[in-house]
């Protein structure tokens, strides 16, 4: 597909477990965002990767927040001891430097 | 500290009319202003940008406005159709910066 995925598209999961959310963006983007939207509020940053740089992870809400980015491309947004604050629907976007975002279509976290 | 604000969580408008939605923005670094478009369970998408040299952007139905002195940026969409209906995020970023930031979004109705 020529668009963002991201996966799993829904995740229940138990307060205290860990989760792992999946992105797959474009093809040749060589930025990566992660943003989550809880209910009733708008769009919260959370990390970047550009290229080969250090990703900015100062949108991170709690040390139990973690991102990779393997190979420049897929990135993996790893939440440790789920809070039930942490349900929210989690969206990947890819893009360049200053230009448009391509969002997936998110993953909806719902911790129990 | 909210950068991007979009006060209206709202909006309700006739099928034909013209719909307005307004957003303000702190950062006088600013300098390009988008809007996206989110469906129930999709991404958003972008729909129409607008630089900081420009006053007024036009695509097809869909017409970014930006005050600058007031800090100010609308979409005006006309005639409104049903499937308009959904929300809207405005987002601003800086050059030289890499973060846009979002607004919280307007949910738009067209009613038929």
């Known amino acids: 597909g020529a668009g963002v995925s991201q996966s799993p598209s829904n995740k229940v999961t138990e307060k205290g477990k860990d989760v792992e959310l999946r992105c797959d963006p474009i093809?040749?983007?060589?930025?990566l965002y992660w943003y989550r939207q809880s209910l009733g509020q708008g769009l919260e940053f959370l990390i970047y990767?550009?290229?080969?740089?250090?990703?900015?992870k100062s949108g991170l809400p709690s040390d139990r927040f973690s991102a990779e980015r393997t190979g420049g491309s897929v990135s993996t947004l790893t939440i440790q001891r789920t809070q039930q604050e942490d349900s929210a629907v989690y969206l990947c976007?890819?893009?360049?430097?200053?230009?448009?975002?391509?969002f997936g279509p998110g993953t909806r976290l719902t911790v129990l | 500290d909210q950068q991007v604000k979009q006060n209206s969580p709202s909006l309700s408008v006739q099928e034909g009319r013209i719909s307005i939605l307004n957003c303000d923005y702190t950062?006088?670094?600013?300098?390009?202003f988008l809007w996206y478009k989110k469906y129930p369970a999709e991404g958003p998408t972008f729909l129409i940008s607008?630089?900081?040299?420009?006053d007024k952007n036009e695509d097809g139905r869909f017409t970014v406005f930006l005050n600058k002195s007031a800090k100010h940026l609308s979409l005006h969409i006309v005639p409104s159709q049903p499937g308009d209906s959904a929300v809207y995020f405005c987002?601003?970023?800086?050059?030289?910066?890499?973060?846009?930031?979002f607004g919280a979004g307007t949910r738009l109705f067209v009613k038929a």
């Open positions: 976007a890819s893009g360049s430097y200053q230009g448009t975002r391509f």
């Open positions: 093809s040749g983007h060589t930025a």
């Open positions: 990767f550009q290229g080969n740089s250090a990703p900015d």
């Open positions: 950062n006088s670094m600013f300098d390009y």
């Open positions: 607008i630089s900081s040299i420009k």
């Open positions: 987002a601003a970023s800086a050059t030289g910066g890499f973060n846009t930031i």
